[in-house]
């Protein structure tokens, strides 16, 4: 790379339910990142999977939003149609995307893709195959954190607290509700939350209190989703930690949100201003330390790199401190709680960016420390 400025990928937009989270997250990294030290190359994706590359993609994405997902108009085609190819061959370490005219040069990428065909291992796959280096989570880390079935699996394993939670096909709801809605009831008390297993942003999530509520929020939670996770409920307090590092993880101060509603759903995390945070939360010494120790101990579980924002609750009748999710690509505005987080830790906005960037390119460069081929005639 020389003395040249490092030329970094921000992707976003992306086919899922947290599209415009994505946008508002690149626009806050795309005015932050360091002009001396970098190069900007936003690349947009579409609401129907169409990869955006020069002129202005941001404002393509955004002057898309009110408009029908099936768009047929434009000079920028479906990646998978031959004569415009989205993978084209190029010289080690550079990205393989393409223009309708020229390849994208990049030294890296950062995706800011909040949610599936983002944040669940489907892009980090097309990155290693491609050989560059890119921002966060690996493929295996990416995919348990969406999952937060198998993440709840795999924390447990590890020992960590969780709450009692259910997970349900949206094959299995459909063909026999009362019998879900039974066994849900059977292990769970009321309150139960529901939510799709692979989204985030709280989209889709809901509080039920008995059992029509319970089938309202499970028919909810499958409209995004053909995995529901049923949790059980308690009186808690909503805590997150920002993590940070490879092998060597470090945690932020803890947060605290105190939701303008019932609990922190989408439209407090996005559409009105009454949601608190508290940063950092009103925590005990032991209790803070407690909390991040439990964040870089979940980060670790699942093989995390780069970034994450833990989240617990800490039970306000029995002090009890449950995990809760760990999100890869969190909420990455300059007032989402995980850059926040890390300011009042004093890593400011756009430092932090640069953190993330030599993470990615040191992980890459232990990764290619790694033999990808073997030869048989050291076999003994």
């Given at each position: 790379?020389?003395?040249?400025?490092?030329?970094?990928?921000?992707?976003?937009?992306g086919?899922?339910?947290?599209?415009?989270?994505s946008?508002?997250?690149?626009?806050?990294i795309?005015?932050?990142?360091?002009?001396n030290?970098y190069e900007?190359?936003?690349?947009?994706i579409?609401?129907?999977?169409?990869?955006?590359?020069?002129?202005?993609?941001?404002?393509?994405?955004?002057?898309?939003?009110?408009?029908?997902e099936?768009?047929?108009?434009?000079?920028?085609?479906?990646?998978?149609e031959a004569s415009?190819?989205?993978?084209?061959?190029?010289e080690p370490?550079?990205?393989p995307?393409?223009?309708?005219?020229?390849?994208l040069?990049l030294?890296?990428?950062?995706?800011?893709?909040?949610?599936?065909?983002?944040?669940?291992?489907?892009?980090?796959?097309?990155f290693?195959?491609?050989?560059?280096?890119?921002?966060?989570?690996?493929?295996?880390?990416?995919?348990v954190?969406?999952?937060?079935?198998v993440?709840?699996?795999?924390?447990?394993?590890?020992?960590?607290?969780?709450?009692?939670?259910?997970?349900?096909?949206?094959?299995?709801?459909?063909?026999d509700?009362?019998?879900?809605?039974a066994?849900?009831?059977?292990?769970?008390?009321?309150?139960?939350f529901?939510?799709?297993?692979?989204?985030?942003?709280?989209?889709?999530?809901?509080?039920?209190?008995?059992?029509?509520?319970?089938?309202?929020g499970?028919?909810?939670?499958?409209?995004?989703?053909?995995?529901?996770?049923a949790?059980?409920?308690?009186?808690?307090?909503?805590?997150?930690?920002?993590v940070l590092?490879?092998?060597?993880?470090?945690?932020?101060v803890?947060?605290?949100?105190?939701?303008?509603?019932?609990?922190?759903?989408?439209?407090?995390?996005?559409l009105?201003?009454?949601?608190?945070?508290?940063?950092?939360?009103?925590l005990?010494?032991e209790?803070?330390?407690?909390?991040q120790?439990?964040a870089?101990a979940?980060?670790?579980?699942?093989?995390?790199?780069g970034?994450?924002?833990?989240?617990?609750?800490l039970?306000?009748d029995?002090?009890?401190?449950?995990?809760n999710?760990?999100n890869?690509?969190?909420g990455?505005?300059?007032i989402?709680?995980?850059?926040?987080?890390?300011?009042?830790?004093?890593?400011?906005?756009?430092?932090?960016?640069d953190?993330?960037?030599?993470?990615?390119?040191e992980?890459?460069?232990?990764?290619?420390?790694?033999?990808?081929?073997?030869?048989?005639?050291?076999?003994?």
């Amino acid at each position: 790379m020389g003395n040249q400025r490092i030329r970094v990928g921000i992707v976003f937009g992306g086919r899922s339910g947290e599209h415009e989270v994505s946008l508002s997250s690149a626009q806050g990294i795309i005015r932050a990142v360091d002009e001396n030290k970098y190069e900007v190359v936003p690349i947009g994706i579409t609401k129907d999977g169409r990869w955006i590359a020069g002129g202005d993609p941001m404002q393509k994405l955004r002057a898309e939003a009110g408009q029908s997902e099936a768009l047929t108009s434009s000079s920028e085609r479906a990646p998978t149609e031959a004569s415009d190819p989205l993978l084209a061959p190029l010289e080690p370490r550079r990205a393989p995307f393409t223009t309708p005219h020229s390849p994208l040069d990049l030294d890296v990428v950062f995706p800011v893709l909040h949610g599936p065909f983002g944040e669940d291992g489907t892009v980090q796959g097309l990155f290693e195959l491609a050989g560059i280096p890119y921002v966060g989570a690996g493929v295996t880390a990416s995919a348990v954190g969406m999952d937060k079935a198998v993440m709840k699996d795999v924390i447990q394993a590890h020992g960590l607290p969780t709450l009692d939670y259910r997970v349900v096909k949206r094959a299995t709801w459909e063909a026999d509700p009362d019998g879900v809605m039974a066994e849900i009831e059977a292990g769970l008390p009321y309150p139960v939350f529901t939510k799709p297993a692979n989204l985030g942003s709280s989209v889709g999530i809901s509080k039920c209190r008995d059992r029509t509520e319970l089938h309202a929020g499970l028919t909810e939670a499958a409209r995004f989703d053909r995995k529901v996770l049923a949790e059980r409920g308690v009186n808690g307090r909503e805590i997150e930690v920002s993590v940070l590092g490879n092998d060597d993880p470090i945690a932020s101060v803890p947060g605290e949100i105190v939701p303008s509603r019932e609990f922190y759903s989408y439209a407090a995390k996005y559409l009105d201003d009454a949601s608190e945070l508290l940063i950092p939360a009103p925590l005990s010494a032991e209790g803070t330390a407690q909390v991040q120790e439990l964040a870089i101990a979940a980060y670790t579980a699942i093989d995390c790199a780069g970034m994450a924002r833990c989240d617990f609750l800490l039970d306000r009748d029995g002090g009890e401190l449950y995990f809760n999710e760990l999100n890869t690509i969190p909420g990455f505005t300059p007032i989402s709680m995980y850059p926040k987080l890390w300011k009042a830790s004093g890593i400011p906005y756009s430092e932090l960016i640069d953190r993330l960037i030599q993470l990615a390119l040191e992980r890459h460069a232990d990764k290619q420390r790694s033999k990808t081929s073997f030869d048989v005639s050291e076999a003994k």
